[in-house]
Structures are given as C-alpha cells and as structure tokens.
C-alpha cells in the first residue's frame, strides 16, 4: 500500500489531528447540521447514537456523495457544492483532509468541532 496523508508505510490510518477545536454553543433544533458519509464506519456509529439517543429532531443531518476527491466530499444538490467549502469559510488557510463527520453551524455556516469534548446530552 502506498503511504500517504492518511495511510501510514505499515498501512495503517492515520487520524489527523482536529482543526476546528473553538467551543459549541447550547444545541437548539436547526443550529447545527452533520455532514456524515454512509462511506465512514465513524460516521455509521455517530449516525446510530444519534438515532439510539433521540437527537434527530435536534441536530439535523446531510449525507454526502460516497466517493471524495481532491475538493472533498459533494453534498448532493447542495449548498456548499462540496463540504470543503465549508472548511475554508471558517479558516481560509486550511490546509488538512476535508472529512466528514463535521458538525457545522447553520447561520453562519462554518464548522464546529468534533470530537471527545462535545456534550450533545439533552
């Protein structure tokens, strides 16, 4: 297997550390979107806890295309066009991986972050 940003010279996935790591506010109904591919084992889990804890009603949810290439993910018939977009409104010089699994404010539309931090309790 050929090394790369996110495949080590043994072959195992490299995470890249989070970017994004500014604080959430309080989740309301139509605050925040997740950005998930069904592509993601990481994004099947976080897709089931949020059904397993009822927060459907509260942080809404946009699957993008399966397929990533070098301008990300696609959000299908969407606005942004592609979830990097995203990335570069909330910090212009971003330079990582666009992933998926991206909280993102509704208004104004940036990320937010993800990760162990986060407290989606209600």
Known sequence: MKPSREISGDGRFVRQPNHFTD?????????????ASYACPWA?????????LGLEDLLDVTIVDPIRD???WRVPGGDPEYLSELYHA?????????????????????????????????
């Open 23 to 35: 604080r959430l506010g309080p989740p309301e109904p139509g605050r925040y979107r997740l950005y």
């Open 44 to 52: 099947h889990r976080v897709l089931i806890v949020r059904r397993l």
């Open 70 to 72: 070098e301008k990300g």
């Open 90 to 122: 909330t910090d212009p010089g971003y330079t990582g991986r666009y992933t998926v699994l991206k909280p993102a404010g509704i208004n104004p539309s940036r990320i937010v972050p993800v990760g162990p931090e986060l407290d989606w309790s209600v």
